[in-house]
């Protein structure tokens, strides 16, 4: 098998594999793949059905090999490459190689394009597709290829019909991952801080430093000294009375709400007690039918026009 996978020296490389290929395959694709990397670099070796069990921390590998194993008969699905993502350092490598149709789906198997897209969708970027065929120096894939890929397939449960095993080829699919992790933030080139504007001069006005507040150096006022003597006297009792006003024949008149006392100094002194009406007639229903404002809040029911009496027991404070 050959490699078309550049320089990877020095490299932390993850090479993946799965049921469909032979042992002895694998074995000498890790002795190829060791010459490669050299003594600077590190090789781990992975079955596809224990990738995610492994539980790699993400960022972990600088390449990614997946389906380098002859035979090429490994599927890829969306939640192993979104795996392969995960795992890949920021702007690291994927190579990958599947089977595939020209056209469509057949037997599980997809088209190039339909790939193509299912890489992007699991968070890659700069896919680019060869065909394998025409890197290497085949032409096409000879029969003993085509057969030994039908059977490994069929391990991995996928099932082509002899009718449809010469309508597949092998591409090689080379995928990067961004150079950002997931949920990484940046700040926008255009992007500008704006804070509140503040007056030099008057902030140093109102700044206050240790040596502007000892007492020694303070000038202060003297209280008493702002106070009168005509602030200090009395008032007199009459020029606090408000004058509600005086009729057109000269007499003083009460205001309507008058309640500066001038109502009842003309009436000699005397108070009328208005009884208190009810405005929703049901205040002697108690206080669960009373209004808010009723007049007889907190008072026992009565009978319509009973005088309202309190017992001697009702009188007494609460021992």
């Given at each position: 098998m050959e490699f078309g996978i550049g320089n990877i020296s020095d490299k932390v490389v993850l090479l993946v594999w799965n049921n469909g290929n032979s042992p002895s395959c694998v074995q000498d694709t890790v002795a190829k793949l060791k010459e490669h990397i050299g003594e600077g670099g590190r090789l781990l070796l992975e079955h596809v059905e224990r990738l995610q069990l492994a539980d790699y921390e993400e960022g972990t590998f600088d390449v990614v090999l997946s389906g380098l194993v002859s035979p090429i008969c490994l599927s890829h699905h969306v939640d192993l490459l979104a795996e392969f993502a995960r795992i890949l350092k920021p702007s690291g490598l994927l190579i990958m190689r599947e089977p595939v149709v020209e056209h469509g789906t057949i037997a599980g198997l997809r088209s190039n394009k339909k790939l193509s897209s299912v890489l992007k969708l699991s968070g890659l970027v700069n896919v680019t597709v060869l065909l394998l065929h025409q890197n290497s120096h085949h032409t096409s894939l000879t029969d003993d290829e085509r057969s030994s890929i039908k059977n490994g397939l069929k391990v991995n449960n996928v099932f082509i019909e002899d009718s449809a095993a010469s309508h597949f080829s092998v591409i090689e699919i080379q995928a990067n991952k961004p150079s950002y992790e997931v949920g990484a933030s940046t700040t926008l080139s255009f992007a500008k801080t704006v804070g509140p504007t503040v007056n030099k001069d008057s902030a140093a006005i109102w700044t206050l430093s240790a040596n502007d507040v000892l007492d020694e150096d303070i000038e202060t006022v003297d209280p008493d000294s702002l106070l009168s003597e005509e602030d200090l006297s009395r008032p007199d009792p009459a020029s606090l009375q408000w004058d509600c006003g005086v009729s057109k024949s000269g007499k003083r008149r009460a205001c309507k709400n008058c309640t500066c006392g001038l109502a009842e100094e003309l009436a000699g002194g005397a108070t009328t007690n208005k009884p208190a009406s009810s405005a929703c007639g049901s205040c002697y229903?108690?206080?669960?039918?009373?209004?808010?404002?009723?007049?007889?809040?907190?008072?026992?029911?009565?009978?319509p026009g009973e005088q309202i009496k309190l017992s001697e027991r009702q009188l007494k404070a609460d021992q």
């Open positions: 229903l108690g206080d669960a039918f009373r209004c808010a404002s009723c007049p007889y809040l907190g008072m026992p029911a009565f009978k």
